[in-house]
């Protein structure tokens, strides 16, 4: 019997509270029942409350693993813009299942393979993709309008100090003050404007308090009271707009750079200018006086802080704990003569956590550990039989071990099976054992079935064809190492890190010993020398061409390699405690 799956999809909390996607599930199964098509439980995927205009869907997630993994016949979703609202979107989904051996079948839109069926599939994916701009051009028009009109709805919450009062039949929304918060408020401003009081104190004052948060933790952060300082509402200026999303790539952050990938988004937040604020007027809690006094004194913070005269360090964002997995800092002191920097874990400060330190990891002098991961990087560079041994265990366990070449095999057994099938229905016609109409009746799944073998061949053919890439950088070892080898004569630290990047992957700090684990991405290739040193990825990066894909078992061309552990060199501070 033919295997389906099925993908359902709601976009708004609206649509999820009213349960509209257990109509398109419903749906679907009459759909799959009426085509004869068997559809397991577990091949039920449904994204509540997910919008189709991105690709990190969860359960999107799990249906392409499973087409990638499993192989299914049939991908049954309601409308193409159930998929996905961009049309490139839906054009990359339809073909990675096509390339897999499955086919895509929508309840409301074209059924046939045809190339007139697959146009009207793309003009509904370039058309779901207009009304999808227009609905948000349209909610975010409404909600400006709303909001130059004096209106609390479009904030639909309050900060610290406030209660929302919701709209109703008779008013609108509205900030009410509750006055046991507000004296807080109050006494918060004026110990920061006046005594001169620090956030972490006043973050201790608070805790001390026993008041709770407005999300209801009993200990209040820093992040969280530099939040209210600088919220304009306790001066009776609310504020709508104070952020835009700009389509620009934000930074790496430690957990998306150890997984070897960029972060999911090609879009970051940002503060909008001021003069692009939309205020709405509220009940205030403090004068405009004290919140300027508050606001002059955080400008003025920002702009003498310490951070700003900081040189960069060489293991910014890749040292870390082996004990307790929490990244490495760095942090100063000063003795009589000079000042000393140190590499210090984040789990070993009181103050970050309620029930104090997590780790009792000490500090790691910085100009030490500095030193040994750099030579180690150069003497790596310099003589790489380390790298070369690894790889060239990794080339004979890929071929000798390979679970795609046992798959290949599988995969040929049923297809000469599926091609013996339809060479005895024809024979059995031949000779007037079955009918005509017996015949047109098995003749599509056997058709069928032969195609999606051949099909999900060719979609191993071509992830064989891309683990051969990737074992041919053995053959590009020595230009790779060349080139880097070039750039660690450089002496500036912003030109050492990028090296860094390139090889390591992190440094883990323990109590008597450090791992350093390396990587090696791999870099296209090309007949030009000198463009061929100029496009090795950097870590994170992804060519135009390649669809992303996050979280994957397997790597692409022009991702990276997954690292290479090596425990760390013996050599001065190594095999004890650095301080």
């Not at 087409?67 to 813009?81: K, Q």
């Not at 090795?536 to 078992?553: I, K, N, Q, V, Y």
Request: proline fraction near 4%.
């Amino acid at each position: 019997m033919t295997s389906a799956v099925i993908y359902a999809r709601v976009s708004s909390a609206r649509q999820k509270k009213d349960e509209t996607i257990r109509s398109q599930t419903a749906a679907l199964r009459a759909h799959a029942e009426q085509l004869g098509l068997e559809v397991p439980d577990e091949w039920v995927f449904e994204d509540e409350g997910h919008s189709g205009a991105t690709l990190i869907r969860p359960a999107l997630e799990r249906l392409r693993d499973v087409v990638a993994g499993v192989g299914v016949d049939v991908v049954l979703c309601y409308s193409p813009d159930r998929l996905a609202r961009k049309f490139a979107y839906q054009a990359l989904l339809i073909e990675e299942f096509t390339r897999a051996g499955t086919r895509v079948q929508f309840v409301q839109g074209p059924r046939g393979d045809s190339p007139e069926d697959q146009l009207l599939v793309q003009f509904q994916g370039m058309f779901a993709e207009y009304e999808k701009a227009q609905i948000l051009e349209r909610y975010r028009r409404g909600k400006t309008h709303r909001a130059k009109t004096g209106s609390i709805n479009v904030l639909s919450g309050a900060p610290f100090g406030y209660r929302y009062v919701r709209k109703s039949d008779h008013a609108g929304a509205a900030y009410e003050i509750v006055e046991h918060e507000a004296v807080l408020v109050t006494e918060l401003f004026r110990r920061y404007a006046d005594d001169g009081a620090s956030i972490a104190e006043l973050a201790r004052w608070l805790t001390d308090q026993g008041v709770p948060t407005r999300t209801g933790k009993q200990r209040w952060d820093r992040s969280v009271l530099w939040g209210m300082l600088r919220n304009p509402a306790y001066a009776g200026r609310a504020v709508f707009g104070k952020t835009m999303v700009v389509h620009e790539s934000p930074g790496l952050n430690r957990v998306a750079r150890l997984q070897g990938r960029s972060t999911p988004r090609a879009s970051k937040t940002v503060d909008r200018p001021r003069d692009e604020w939309t205020e709405i007027a509220v009940p205030a809690i403090v004068t405009d006086e004290t919140f300027d006094r508050v606001a002059r004194r955080l400008a003025d913070n920002k702009r003498f802080a310490s951070r700003n005269s900081k040189t960069p360090s060489l293991l910014q964002g890749l040292a870390a704990c082996s004990g307790c997995g929490y990244g490495y800092y760095r942090t100063s002191t000063r003795t009589t003569n000079k000042k000393i920097y140190y590499y210090r874990c984040l789990g070993s400060d009181d103050y970050r956590y309620e029930g104090g330190r997590v780790c009792t990891n000490k500090p790691v002098r910085a100009d030490y550990l500095d030193t040994v991961v750099w030579d180690h990087i150069t003497g790596m560079l310099a003589d790489p039989r380390l790298i070369r041994t690894e790889i060239d265990k990794r080339l004979d366990s890929a071929r000798t071990s390979d679970p795609a070449a046992k798959e290949r095999k599988r995969l040929e057994t049923a297809l000469a099976k599926a091609s013996t099938g339809i060479t005895r229905m024809i024979e059995a016609f031949g000779e007037q054992l079955i009918t005509i109409d017996e015949l047109r009746a098995r003749m599509p799944d056997l058709r069928a079935r032969e195609t999606n073998l051949h099909n999900q061949i060719e979609a191993l053919d071509t992830q064989l064809a891309d683990r051969e890439a990737y074992l041919k950088l053995a053959s590009d070892l020595e230009g790779f190492l060349t080139q880097l080898h070039t750039k660690a004569e450089i002496s500036t630290v912003e030109e050492r890190q990028r090296v860094l990047r390139l090889l390591v992957k992190d440094v883990l700090i323990g109590p008597d010993k450090i791992t350093i684990r390396h990587r090696i991405p791999i870099r296209e290739r090309t007949t030009d020398d000198a463009q061929h040193a100029d496009n090795a990825d950097t870590e994170g990066d992804h060519p135009s061409h390649c669809p992303l894909r996050w979280g994957r078992s397997f790597s692409r061309v022009g991702e990276s390699v997954p690292a290479l552990r090596v425990r760390c060199l013996d050599g001065p501070g190594v095999s004890g405690r650095l301080v």
